[in-house]
């Protein structure tokens, strides 16, 4: 990794993810265990792309970069292989119509691994942002009601009960998987196209596993070049203090393992990975055109 790669911090929890979809998002949407902050999503859109350009999630979720783009003037296009989670990402995009949203947006239901074969074949070559989070697990987030004499009943905390799911595979599964589809979303990127992906480390047999270390060398593998690293902040920070956003499910992680006597803190952040399409690419007319190694707008590497 170059030395000189730039690094900036996003406050993107100022507000809780609550408040960031409080009548943005149909109510229902916060039925889905992983939901990506949506003042992610409009932060990397605003970024590294412009009006009217075309956005791509092939693991759309409930559509957060979707209503976000359509939001910001752009199209989007999204793949989701749940169907009920298709149905969700659609029902925002009408309620993100019906608020003045000016993009156009469309949820293919379908399997990320299989781009550009899902897309329509006229979008192949013209996207100018991918915006994505892969799964980290069966069982994430959720719901919790707490029930007097009776602890608490968690509700809404698995992706899907289908086994052929990302999130049922293993980390090992995970990364092959996510090797495909960022070659794929390589070949459906116009020139100059990024790739924004937002990952965080995680837990798993007491170890601490690096996902993001491991999304750099599969990004890479599958021909995009690392362009920027950024951390998203999952913590409101308020002058030189952050204010925890903890969900009950990470908190009672910690309690869990500190209970064992193993240290463990909260996870406050995201990593923000950002990929390019490689610096040389053959344009239409057999010309071949040079692009920037990173991005010269100071904006797009400090903390708004």
Sequence with gaps: MPADLPLSVWPTAQQNARAQRAGRYVE??????????PAIAARAIATYSAPGDLVLDPMAGIGSTLVEAVHLGRDTIGVEYEPPWVELARANL???ASQGATGHGEVVCGDARHLPAGLDPAAVGLVALVVTSPPYGASL????????GQGIAKSHNRYSTDRANLAHVGIGGLLDAMGTILAGCQRVLRPGGFV??????????GRLVDLPGAMVRVGEESGLVLYERNVALLAALRDDRLVPRCSFFALEQVR???????PRQVIAHEDLLVFRTPPISVGAAGTVVRLPQRLNAPSARRAA
Excluded: D, E
């Design 28 to 37: 229902i949407s916060g039925t889905h265990p992983a939901k990506m902050l």
């Design 196 to 205: 924004v992906m937002t990952v965080r480390p995680f837990w798993s047999n």
């Design 94 to 96: 009408r309620h993100a």
């Design 256 to 262: 869990k393992a500190r209970a064992k006597g193993v």
């Design 141 to 148: 987030h959720g719901r919790v009601t707490a029930r007097p």
